[in-house]
């Protein structure tokens, strides 16, 4: 009896039929027929392995083609990629001889995909090196990467490519760039190419009104989402979880209602990611009645939509919903990704209750949501808080190569629990394993930064990044690389130093085990085992009503704390000054056994040193009050100097 042999088509119809291994009926197949495989029918079986996951089989099949073409690689590749194997991927992509401009940007797609962007931008050069074409693809697929602040260099190397190529009109690219721009927290430079974009859509006006709100220019992004409405752009998911954000932001629960309705008004209010994002806001307010009521109206919900719940019920307080709830989540089938953990472990930690992070710290151990930085170092965190450093310290074993965070997380705790000794020794021993230590890790060992001392007018987060650069601290810094360890440092410096760098100075004492010598323009200072022999008088100044012997330099200090006046604090208004210069004043003293108060004489009273806090008074001739603790009195000089 004669035997037809399949064709290749009928070979791929039953590739189609067969689940959910095919590879095993069509090898049968293939045996039985005595069917010669070709690189055409090849290609296919691979793609449908891929496709079905089973990237074993995929590539037991790769190694047998016998005649590999570049689609059969580029596929074997784009399976690697989707797996989240990307060392395959590369190791494959180097072992090829001929590549192309889908090669190369499947590749930077897969680096950008998994925020590995200086891989990414180090293959585009490579790419370019090797004169293969660019084109809107490959730069599109690039920007897509950029998302951390410190790659803002490569994003404009990139715009001077787009602009050499000709591609800066192309509408896709110019939006890349934006969203680039803006991900990268390079707003000015956002806002230019904005205003040069000829033709913006929906697209445009999203990647900047998104880049404002998160970075907390919230009054621009509501005013850009008008100028938006009023070109004529319909307002997309993705325009409303910008403005919402910006909304939890300004704390103005009436705007987020007016843009409800409008959400509403728009037939928005079925879309997960829209609804979310007002769920969001919601929660953020304490509006723990409407989020819930909005959830459960919600025709469609995800993982997402549990999490905001759930931490939306813990922060009010409501532990067995919130658990309930959670509980209620592991059984969706929701990806365990969006599981909140951190945020359950956390609530556990500030309220103490151990039982909920024991519950919520087996739920990580089932779902491996353990092995997750975040989930990690919550549980070291949690443990640490409530004083069990012995669980701590199991789970901080397990996590101490990652970070800094699960180093501060015990490091807070030992403080906080009183055992300042241990705290100090697990900082030198991050120290010594060359974990970079960060304003928080300062912050657990008692160094909180003075943004007071910084002048500028900037943000409070630049502020404290420019104490860092004071001459006093970078002096330090050369003499602890540069001198033995353990020898004494001397600093001499012709400007009074700040407070800031006082409070830093004796924390530096502390850690490196070494006596320091700051001469500023007042006076000597020594610092030692965490100590200055001005026992911080420097900084309290002296409020028994004497001249200030010490020759100090005019200088500002905070308000709110007695520094030794009888418990009499000085108000917001006011502001704590010594000066050495001559003061002219008139005097008057209030008794408040009395009540009374009694006026000196008109005469001029001359003070060469003074100490007191300012009061602005325009009614008096002079301008201000320095008021000066004396006894059981205040005694208010009408001062000029």
């Known amino acids: 009896m004669n035997y037809i042999k399949p064709c290749t088509k009928k070979i791929i119809n039953l590739v189609t039929l067969t689940a959910p291994k095919p590879h095993l009926h069509v090898d049968a197949s293939i045996i039985k027929t005595g069917f010669n495989p070709n ?16 990237l074993i089989a995929a590539r037991k099949l790769f190694d047998e083609i016998p005649h ?37 940007t499947m590749l930077i797609g897969g680096y950008a995909q998994n925020n590995r962007f200086r891989e990414a931008f180090g293959l585009f050069v490579e790419m370019g090196r090797h004169g293969i074409g660019l084109d809107h693809v490959s730069l599109t697929t690039l920007l897509s990467g950029f998302t951390e602040f410190d790659s803002v260099n490569e994003v404009r190397q990139v715009h001077a490519h787009v602009v050499k190529l000709g591609y800066d009109s ?6 890349s760039l934006l969203d680039s721009y803006c991900k990268t927290r390079n707003l000015e430079l956002a806002c230019r190419l904005f205003n040069d974009i000829p033709e913006r859509d929906s697209v445009t006006f999203n990647a900047l009104l998104t880049g404002y709100s998160k970075e907390g220019f919230n009054h621009e992004a509501i005013n850009l989402f008008f100028k938006m409405l009023e070109v004529g752009y319909r307002p997309t998911e993705f325009t409303f979880a910008a403005i919402l954000t910006a909304g939890i932001q300004l704390d103005d629960i009436e705007f987020g209602q007016q843009v ?64 309930e709830l959670f509980r209620e989540l592991q059984f969706t089938g929701f990806d365990r990704r969006q599981y909140p953990f951190a945020t359950l472990l956390s609530i556990a930690a ?14 990580t151990i089932v779902t491996d949501a353990i092995s997750e930085i975040l989930v990690g170092n919550s549980v070291v965190d949690m443990y640490a808080k409530c004083g069990k450093f012995g669980e701590a310290n199991k789970v901080f074993a397990d996590l101490a190569h990652q970070s800094s965070v699960p180093w501060t997380a015990m490091i807070s705790a030992y403080v906080q629990k009183g055992l300042h000794e241990d705290g100090l020794k697990l900082f030198i021993e991050m120290q010594r394993a060359k974990i970079g230590a960060d304003a928080a890790t300062y912050a657990s060992i008692g160094y909180k930064p003075d943004s007071s001392c910084a002048l500028h007018n900037v943000d409070e987060e630049v502020k404290v990044e420019s104490l860092k650069y004071h001459s006093e601290r970078i002096a330090i810094a050369f003499a602890l690389i540069s001198t033995p360890k353990g020898s004494p440092i001397l600093v001499m410096k012709n400007l ?18 070494r006596e320091i010598t700051v001469r500023d323009s007042s006076r000597f200072h020594h610092f030692k085992d965490g100590f200055c022999s001005c026992r911080d008088y420097w900084l309290k100044g002296d409020w028994s009503g004497k001249p200030v012997i010490e020759l100090n330099t005019c200088y500002r200090m905070q308000w709110g704390t007695s520094l030794r006046c009888d418990g009499w604090k000085s108000r917001a208004d006011q502001d704590t000054v010594t000066s050495k210069s001559i003061v002219q004043s008139e005097s008057v003293w209030f008794d408040y056994e009395s009540a009374n108060a009694h006026w000196s004489s008109q005469k001029r009273i001359t003070h060469h040193m003074l100490m007191g806090r300012v009061v602005q008074n325009g009614r008096w001739e002079c301008g201000y009050r320095i008021l000066t603790a004396q006894n059981r009195g205040i005694q208010v000089l009408n001062a000029a100097t």
């Open 39 to 54: 690189t055409y029918r090849s290609n296919f079986l691979l793609n449908t392995f891929l496709k079905r996951g089973d």
């Open 68 to 104: 590999k073409n570049i689609f059969s690689i580029n596929t074997m590749i784009m399976g690697y990629i989707k797996s989240g194997n990307l060392y395959e991927a590369r190791t494959l992509f180097d072992s090829m001889f001929e590549r192309t401009a889908v090669t190369w």
């Open 170 to 175: 192309t509408h896709v690219v110019s939006n």
């Open 260 to 323: 409800h309705g409008f959400v509403v008004k728009c037939n928005f209010v079925w879309n997960v990611f829209v609804a979310n994002a007002l769920l969001d806001f919601y929660s953020k307010h304490d509006r723990l009645v409407e989020a819930r009521k909005l959830f459960y109206e919600m025709s469609e919900v995800d993982g997402i939509s549990y999490n905001v719940l759930v931490t939306c019920y813990a922060w009010n307080g409501k532990m067995k919903e919130s658990l």
């Open 350 to 363: 500030i309220s103490l209750n151990l039982d909920m992070g024991r519950q919520i710290h087996s739920q």
């Open 496 to 513: 009074r130093a700040c407070t800031d760098c006082h409070a830093a100075i004796k924390v530096i004492s502390k850690i490196v085990d």
